[in-house]
């Protein structure tokens, strides 16, 4: 019987940026000030609330495809690649 082999890319990220995410992730409540009715998935829309009632600098999901064009209202949405590669390794 011949051996499957999965191949997994992992990736090294220093310890201080996973803190730092973990502890920029620590502000409970974000009052939604503005009601938005943009995305091709309407349940996609809280999250695009969310993230511009926050002022959030980023928007990152693995769904680009139910998000308006980036950036929206100056928001970038990117897929957690671009992320990290345009933003923390600043390709």
């Known amino acids: 019987m011949?051996?499957?082999?999965?191949?997994?890319?992992?990736?090294a990220i220093p310890r201080s940026l996973v803190v730092g995410v973990c502890q920029s992730l620590s502000y409970p409540f974000v009052?939604?000030?503005?009601?938005?009715?943009e995305c091709p998935d309407p349940n996609d829309?809280?999250?695009?609330?969310?993230?511009?009632?926050?002022n959030a600098d980023y928007l990152?999901?693995?769904n680009l495809k139910d998000f308006p064009?980036?950036?929206?209202?100056?928001?970038p949405i990117l897929s957690p690649a671009e992320f990290l590669e345009t933003v923390l390794w600043k390709k």
């Not at 009052?31 to 009715?37: D, H, L, N, S, V």
């Not at 829309?45 to 926050?54: I, K």
């Not at 064009?69 to 928001?75: D, E, I, N, V």
């Open 31 to 37: 009052e939604i000030t503005k009601e938005i009715a």
């Open 60 to 62: 990152i999901t693995g």
């Open 2 to 11: 011949k051996a499957k082999i999965a191949w997994l890319k992992v990736v």
């Open 45 to 54: 829309d809280m999250f695009l609330e969310l993230a511009v009632s926050g």
């Open 69 to 75: 064009p980036s950036p929206f209202q100056g928001l």
